[in-house]
């Protein structure tokens, strides 16, 4: 008996959503996380470096601690809709709809299943844009990585002319043009390359990107699953409904050979 009991609940367990679910909460950890860390590394580095006057740097600042509080209510939010989604897995299953398959089969139940899928659809979409977002400080933390490079090589060492190369945060738009010094060249390049900061903040935002990738596909998989919930229920619906007619025509033919039994009966 222990071991059917068991059994009967590892069948109701959703597998794929409890893999998505996981996968989309390891997504946007590792984004909020990793994201915020990469943030505060960025703004001292052009605190130190490339932007001696506050006011030249302040509306960044600005900007990045209001990103940082928008991974605040990201990742809030995500918990909570990764349960429910969850909970919706666990509710469309087979063992846990038997016991609620009079409210999943209504109208009410499909219009909750069908909200769900378009709600994952517009986050979906929206993560896309938020993975192409982080890809942005991946892409310029590369391109100084590469200048570091350069700056190191062999080649670099043996000519003359390295402090022509030169790292210029401005042109990115992250600062003002008129801010002192605004750009890194030679020396004072490599003493950035040789930082714990620009290498912890360029893996933090690599990351942080592949976060917002792995959040990505968890919803493409939580929006699969939705569909074929919402596909399965409707079509329980229709099956249901089938039933009931089925079960009042077998009724009324069971009342009209009854009253044929009793009318013969009294013929007699």
């Given amino acids: 008996g222990c071991f059917e009991c ?8 959703p597998y794929a959503s409890l893999v ?10 590792l984004f909020c996380g990793c994201g915020h860390v990469a943030l505060t590394g960025t703004v001292s580095i052009l605190e130190n470096h490339f932007s001696k006057t506050v006011s030249d740097h302040a509306l960044l600042t600005e900007v990045v601690q209001l990103m940082q509080y928008i991974i605040y209510g990201i990742a809030s939010f995500f918990f909570l809709y990764g349960i429910i989604l969850l909970a919706e897995g666990f509710y469309t299953t087979s063992a846990v709809k038997e016991l609620h398959s ?8 499909r219009c909750i299943s069908g909200m769900f899928v378009f709600l994952t659809y517009v986050l979906g979409v929206a993560w896309l844009g938020v993975f192409g977002f982080s890809a942005v400080p991946v892409f310029l933390f590369y391109n100084m990585w590469s200048t570091c490079q350069v700056l190191n090589s062999p080649m670099a060492n043996m000519t003359s002319s390295i402090e022509s190369i030169c790292v210029d945060v401005r042109q990115y738009g992250i600062i003002p043009w008129n801010a002192a010094p605004g750009k890194a060249c030679g020396a004072g390049l490599g003493e950035i390359c040789n930082t714990s900061e620009f290498y912890l903040s360029y893996h933090l935002y690599i990351v942080a990107c592949a976060g917002a990738g792995a959040t990505v596909i968890a919803l493409i998989h939580f929006l699969m699953i939705l569909s ?10 229709h099956m249901h409904v089938y039933q009931d007619i089925k079960m009042k ?4 033919l069971q009342d009209i050979q009854s009253r044929s039994k009793e009318q013969l009966n009294s013929y007699t």
């Fill in 20 to 29: 998505a679910t996981i996968l989309c909460f390891s997504g946007v950890a």
């Fill in 6 to 13: 068991c059994i009967k609940c590892l069948g109701g367990v």
């Fill in 249 to 252: 025509e077998e009724q009324e």
């Fill in 102 to 109: 009079e409210f999943k089969t209504t109208a009410c139940g």
């Fill in 228 to 237: 074929a919930n919402w596909a399965y229920l409707k079509d329980a619906s």
